[in-house]
């Protein structure tokens, strides 16, 4: 039972480690467009409806309003004639485009930029995290300290077609050695890589509505990753791990992801993983679904304003994926364990109201890399949120996971205050109660996150 009860808090100790490294906010594409960060987070990085479809489209903004529609003009072929036509007035004659016609505003990005294929703003941002926590079975100190990570981050899209997302671990908490340091050094885990992710989107290649995605990213699987969430911890669908396998349906990888956005309500993706060392690569598939609310292109349905419905105020998603593959624990080793992962989740929204439900399976017929044995998992999960204030969430997740016979529940309540003065700029408390084999572990989590 001892071991049973190390072994969770070991686990438990991990994940928040490793999740408190992967919050993907980016203030950067606050600057570029002019707006504020609650226009695609309900709490940073969580995202809302909005955010789904900023990050679906490439990071391009997709935002649809009628007066906009009627008062800005619309960039055509090389440039917009007009537009180039008073920059060019106002070269020669030293004075300020008006701001008739077609419009010079201020969210409205300077046309030589736009025409040479370069940001209106230098597209980078700095997320730091850092965290307590409390654990009454710690075998040192019932309380850590700890600047969990610092990490720069880049994203943007150039004229519209290409676009880029990279995340480099400035910092990332290792191994506390006491003859080295007093406080943790910088990990050099192979799960905390420097250059975590960097990728590259072709938007609606050739004309199609394809979006090609290749470079070191997260493969599109459930709808729940970790840049996409309040708490402090992982969702266990996404973080699960099997034996000595490193796999996770969050993890990183080198990869070439095709997505597409059809009928305007159904996303689906799929791609191929290459990892080294491996004589055969990995295969995965995603497809969701939308209904209510606006579409995966942010178009809004009609409103009737004479006979209000709940489902102006309701929207539900549904995805589904499968992966499948293989890993070996080290290149010199001939062992190989063949998974596969598969997964349904649910998201429903009403008004403020959000209610999350995810169910994953897998199987590992080697994870020991050496007795061949094939070991079922099963995890589901269930969180609830309510936004209490404009800057204030509740929640409670629930969460079983079954690993070959050995259940485990958890039961994690958590507030997060993300004030609107200071909206990049997060505070979260979170408790952890788990049971696994008739032992309990209980931890309490602060954690504060800054994105700049």
Known sequence: MHMYKQCLIAAVGFIILVSSNNAHAIPAFSREHNTECATCHTIFPELNE???????????????????????????????????????????????????????????KSEPLWLAGL???????????LNAAYNDDAQYDNVDLSTRAL??????????????????????????????????????????????????????????????????????????????????SDFATTSYRVGSSTFTTDSTA???????????????????????????????????????????HAREPEMDLDNESIMDYLYLVVGGYGYTGRNSVSLASNERNNFYRAGVDLDLVVKSARLKLAWANGEDKNPDFSSHVKTPSDVFAAQGSYMVTKDFMALFRYEYQDIDGVTTERYIPTVSFSPLEIQNTKVTLEYQHAETENVTSNIALLGIRVAF
């Open 119 to 129: 940001p209106q703003t230098v597209p980078l941002s700095i997320s730091a995290t």
């Open 254 to 296: 080198d990869a070439i992801e095709a997505n597409a956005v059809l009928f305007n309500r159904l996303y689906l993706a799929a791609g191929v993983v290459d990892r080294d060392g491996q004589d055969r690569n990995e295969g995965y598939g995603h497809i969701s679904v939308k209904i209510g609310g606006s579409d995966f």
């Open 151 to 232: 990490s720069l981050l880049a994203g943007g899209v150039f004229r519209d077609k290409l676009g880029f997302f990279l995340k480099y671990n400035l910092y990332a908490e290792g191994e506390f050695v006491p003859a080295a340091s007093n406080t943790p050094l910088n990990s050099d885990s192979p799960n905390a890589k420097d250059l975590e992710q960097f990728y590259l989107v072709w938007r609606n290649t050739l004309g199609t509505p394809i979006n090609l995605k290749a470079g070191r990213f997260r493969p599109q699987l459930s709808l729940w990753q970790k840049s996409n969430k309040v708490s402090i």
């Open 50 to 108: 909005y955010g789904d479809v900023f990050l679906k489209n490439g990071f391009v903004w997709a935002k649809h309003k009628k007066e906009d529609q009627a008062a800005k003009p619309e960039i055509r072929g090389e440039g917009d004639p007009a537009l180039l036509e008073k920059l060019k007035e106002s070269a020669a004659t030293g004075a300020a485009p008006k701001e008739n016609g077609p419009v010079m505003s201020a969210t409205h």
